[in-house]
């Protein structure tokens, strides 16, 4: 399921960002340099595929891409 999760979000970032090569560890802004809008339309991505909405407070806990995949699990989104 992890497995699923990491490529879903690799394929999500590298589509509305174009940055590729993430690991686990991969920290959104520090790594990838992403700003708070590119952080938005990954998170309007998730939403959309999930038919979800994720709460702001809990988008800032997201830093690293390990971070979005436990979320996830977390809340039992995993069909991607």
Same mark, same amino acid.
Request: aromatic share 14%; proline share 1%; with cysteine.
């Given at each position: 399921?992890?497995?699923?999760?990491?490529?879903? !979000? $690799? #394929?999500?970032? *590298? $589509? =509305?960002?174009? /940055? /590729?090569?993430?690991? *686990?560890?991969?920290?959104?802004? /520090?790594?990838?340099?992403?700003?708070?809008?590119?952080?938005?339309? &990954?998170?309007?991505?998730?939403?959309?595929?999930?038919? &979800?909405? %994720?709460?702001?407070? #809990? =988008?800032?806990?997201?830093? $690293? !891409? /390990?971070? !979005? %995949?436990? *979320?996830? &699990? $977390?809340?039992? *989104?995993?069909?991607?």
């Amino acid at each position: 399921m992890e497995e699923r999760l990491f490529a879903f !979000v $690799q #394929d999500v970032v *590298y $589509q =509305v960002t174009g /940055k /590729k090569g993430l690991v *686990y560890d991969t920290d959104f802004v /520090k790594d990838l340099c992403l700003t708070s809008f590119d952080v938005m339309n &990954i998170v309007c991505v998730f939403e959309d595929h999930f038919d &979800i909405e %994720i709460p702001n407070r #809990d =988008v800032w806990q997201l830093h $690293q !891409v /390990k971070d !979005v %995949i436990h *979320y996830m &699990i $977390q809340k039992g *989104y995993t069909d991607v």
